[in-house]
């Protein structure tokens, strides 16, 4: 999980190179401010989850109160956060925010389990996800279109704050360390990478 992380972040900066490399023209200030948006988004510990909708609501020139809703490793998700410095230009934007994922109830996950003597195996393992609260901060680059549409790039890192525990329904399985770790890394938070196209209305 984290090695897939980690490649994700490599691809999706190495777009962010590509992206900058292009020089997309900048048609900020050739329009009125959008005063909300509506979007489409996915990616890593997004605060959409891993597909889902976002909206945003301009608060005035520089800031935008963003708020996702859509589907992820750990349930539904829904988050409310805000956007500064998302003046009508090509900029950097920090944001802070928090989700809440829903959990899940009798989640199927391929685990490694060992016997009572030891032999390990990979198995489907049912076990029921408890709901988790995040806190998100990070920072965001956005690219103003001619429509006045905003495309987005997020990265920063989601720290669990609330809930996010698991709880086997079968006591008699038992875990091979390699499959605790492998459960560890399912929890929610870390590194947040993601991308959303938002359409703005005046």
Known sequence: MKKRNILL??????????????????????????TFYLGIGSGI??????????????????????????????GSKVSLGIVFNAINKNAWCPVLSISRASGLNDANVKLEVEDAFGVKSK????????????????IQRQWIRK??????LDLGFSVLVDGGSHENIDYTIHFSDKGKNDL?????GGLVVGFSYNFGVN
């Open 9 to 34: 972040a490599a691809l999706f900066c190495s777009f962010t190179y590509l992206v900058n490399a292009q020089n997309i023209k900048d048609y900020g200030l050739e329009k009125k401010n959008a």
């Open 45 to 74: 510990n997004n605060n959409c989850g891993a597909a889902g909708f976002k909206l945003g609501i301009r608060l005035n020139e520089k800031m935008i109160m963003d708020a996702g809703v859509g589907v992820g490793s750990w």
């Open 123 to 138: 198995k489907d393992v049912n076990m029921n996800l408890t709901a988790a609260t995040l806190f998100n901060i990070g």
């Open 147 to 152: 429509s006045g549409n905003r495309l987005v």
């Open 184 to 188: 560890n890394d399912l929890k929610p």
